[in-house]
Each structure stands twice: as structure tokens, then as C-alpha cells.
């Protein structure tokens, strides 16, 4: 399958792996490997977003160790990015949210991002009324995000939703946190619960809460100063505790 093409958002740059060139490698590797539409191989329907590989396949093509690869897959699967169904003969990995990546009608972009820029002039005029809206977006932001919870970290993600907004030993929302552009999303959450976990599991007695880091932002504003990214922010303080 080498005819067509894929497109990759400028999100990418803020991927959680982006730092590490085979995650990059391997998971492009999948968006152009997977079926853009529902295919038949072998009497097996292979879905839109769903290719058939195999370990030592993967490894031959992509010139990386098996254990390499093993430790890729295993990256992906913990936050979210794909899932494999595996046989005695092959795998068949699902690139999951597929058509978040890979949109249907070209002329779309993805979520969140507009078909055109404002003009100076419109975005002058329209600050102050963005300025007004935007704890509402935040709130609606989270409220989706709730419908789609699931596994060991749900509690603790509407738990993380109910601090931010007033849960906590200030008994009030959390606005300077809340006013950041980019919040986090559950599987956001779910990858940093994970790198908690394991640094947790190394470091013995030091313990990293997500909530003290939290409210460490918001009382002191200059440490999230320039920055738009909660989940990116948080993921930079937990790698320090490594």
C-alpha cells in the first residue's frame, strides 16, 4: 500500500512520546498502515483505522529491534493510542480515534481548529466577549470529557474535575488553572496517572500528587506564566521527579 496520503495536524508536536523518535517512527508508521475504508482480507473484515501486521513484520519494515517494538506497542496501548487483537499468525492493531486523525471529507479540519484566522480588526473586537465565555468552554470542555471515563482512573478523574473547581483546602475554583487553553483530557489524565505511578513505585517514600503540583500553579501564577498547556505543564513538573 504505498498510493495516497495522510494528514498530520501541528498538534503532533505536543504528542506526550513526541520526544522519543521511535514512538514517532512506530506511530506513524501505523496512521499509514491502517485502512482509510473497511476491507476484507482472508475472509476477516479489517475496519477503517485497522491493519493486519506481525511483530517480526513490523521489526523488518521499520528496521527495530522486536523488544523495541514490543516496548512501542506497550507505550501506545497505556495511553490510549491503539489496541491489538493477536493470533497465533498475526495481529490486527486498531489506531484508535482514527478518524480524529484522518477526517472523512479533506475539506474539514480537525476539532478546534478554524477554517480561517480572524483579522486583526475581528480579534480586536472580539477578545473581550472570548475573555467572558471562556470559564463556560472550560466547563463544557470537562463535562464531555466525563462521558468518556472509564477504567481504574475514572474516580479519580472526576475527583481531579471536582478539585479544580472547588474541592479542595481552598473551598474555591481554581481559576488560574482553569483559564488555561488547553485543559486535560481523560486519556491525558490516564498517561499521567501512569508516569505518577511508576515514579512512585521508584522512589519509594517520595510521593508525587498531582494535587499539591496543582495548587502550587495556582498560588504561585509565575510558574504557568507563557504557558497555554495544563497537561503539558503537569507532564514537565512530573518528569522532573524522576
Known amino acids: 500500500m504505498t498510493e495516497g496520503w495522510i494528514k498530520l495536524h ?24 491502517a485502512n482509510f475504508e473497511n476491507k476484507n482480507w482472508k475472509g476477516i473484515e ?14 523488518k519494515d521499520l528496521q527495530m529491534s522486536e523488544q523495541m517494538i514490543r516496548t512501542c506497542i506497550g507505550r501506545l496501548k497505556s495511553t490510549n493510542e491503539i489496541t491489538i487483537q493477536s493470533t497465533n499468525k498475526y495481529s490486527i492493531i486498531t489506531v484508535l480515534n482514527y478518524d480524529s486523525y484522518q477526517l472523512l471529507n479533506s475539506d474539514h479540519q480537525p476539532a478546534k481548529q478554524p477554517a480561517t484566522q480572524p483579522t486583526s480588526n475581528q480579534q480586536a473586537t472580539t477578545t473581550k466577549k ?22 481504574i482512573y475514572k474516580d479519580k478523574y472526576i475527583a481531579f474535575i471536582d478539585f479544580l473547581y472547588g474541592k479542595n483546602d481552598m473551598g474555591k475554583s481554581l481559576d488560574a488553572i ?9 486519556k491525558n489524565f490516564c498517561a499521567l496517572m501512569e508516569k505518577i505511578r511508576n515514579i512512585n513505585n521508584e522512589n519509594g517514600s517520595k510521593k ?3 494535587s499539591e503540583m496543582i495548587m502550587a500553579m ?7 506564566k507563557g504557558n ?4 503539558l505543564t503537569l507532564n514537565s513538573w512530573i518528569n522532573r521527579e524522576r
Open 228 to 231: 497555554k498547556s495544563l497537561y
Open 178 to 186: 482553569l483559564k488555561l487553553e488547553e485543559q486535560v483530557t481523560f
Open 208 to 210: 508525587v500528587q498531582l
Open 46 to 59: 479489517v475496519k477503517r483505522g485497522q491493519f493486519i501486521t506481525g511483530r517480526k513484520q513490523l521489526s
Open 10 to 33: 501541528r498538534r503532533f508536536l505536543k504528542w506526550e512520546w513526541f520526544e522519543l523518535s521511535e514512538m514517532i517512527k512506530l506511530f506513524i508508521y501505523f496512521l499509514l498502515k
Open 218 to 224: 495556582h498560588n504561585k501564577p509565575k510558574y504557568i
Open 130 to 151: 472570548d475573555k467572558n465565555i471562556k470559564k463556560e468552554d472550560t466547563a463544557n470542555f470537562y463535562e464531555l470529557e466525563k462521558q468518556k471515563v472509564k477504567g
